[in-house]
């Protein structure tokens, strides 16, 4: 699987914005970017997932470099709530036995 | 909409004991999945399923964890016998039948060897 790198931690201030970091400098033309993120004592949730294009929903917005070697994923107005482990994993899309590996994510810290 | 279903929520064991976790996922989800995850890592696949075939286990301790998946939809993972290093919390989780569909978790089952 390809790996990705991203920062261990990262902090922010509530309603501010927050850019979490991702490179994937092996990806290749038939992975996706997924993210996603573990509250604690929580099993992982679905943020975001893309391929070439930006994308956005309800919980997020992620921007993919031109050259898919790295992606933000764009949390608008950080809450309390959004503390977690952000998990970027590149998943192929191709075949039937697609799987999801995880690394040791970013941990969010969120202060008031 | 319901939401993926384990039990139980924490057990504890003791080293050499055998421990059985269970796992309903959504209606519908063809594709069910257990992951391992330690204190401080991120999850690790056990065991895939695709309907009650697996699909992958390469990273499943054959030797002491089995796993089944009876008729297609509730699922179970089995230690046997239990070892320190088995500690961590159990996630399974569901997804439909497409390589890019996305993945419910459960909330998982801690599980303590001591």
């Known amino acids: 699987d390809a790996k990705t790198t991203q920062p261990n931690s990262m902090e922010s201030n509530e309603e501010e914005p927050v850019h979490l970091p991702c490179n994937h400098s092996t990806i290749s033309g038939t992975d996706y970017i997924h993210w996603y993120r573990q509250l604690p004592s929580q099993g992982p949730e679905y943020v975001i997932h893309?391929?070439?294009s930006n994308v956005n929903n309800r919980m997020a917005s992620l921007a993919i470099a031109e050259d898919r070697k790295s992606s933000t994923l764009i949390l608008h107005r950080a809450t309390l709530r959004d503390a977690a482990v952000y998990y970027c994993i590149l998943r192929d899309f191709t075949g039937t036995a697609s799987k999801l590996t995880f690394g040791t994510g970013t941990r969010l810290q969120v202060t008031l | 909409e319901a939401g993926v279903a384990q039990s139980p929520r924490y057990k504890i064991i003791e080293k050499r004991q055998s421990v059985a976790f269970w796992c309903n996922p959504i209606?519908?989800?063809?594709?069910l999945y257990w992951y391992q995850q330690i204190l401080g890592q991120g999850p690790k696949l056990l065991i895939q399923?695709?309907?009650?075939?697996?699909?992958?286990d390469s990273q499943l301790p054959k030797d002491r964890f089995s796993a089944e998946r009876l008729k297609g939809v509730d699922s179970t993972l089995k230690i046997q016998p239990a070892k320190l290093e088995d500690s961590a919390v159990y996630l399974c989780?569901?997804?439909?039948?497409?390589?890019?569909?996305?993945?419910?978790f459960g909330s998982g089952t801690q599980l303590s060897v001591l």
């Open positions: 399923f695709q309907n009650n075939g697996v699909v992958d």
């Open positions: 989780a569901s997804s439909l039948d497409d390589p890019n569909e996305k993945l419910f």
């Open positions: 893309g391929l070439t």
């Open positions: 209606s519908g989800h063809a594709t």
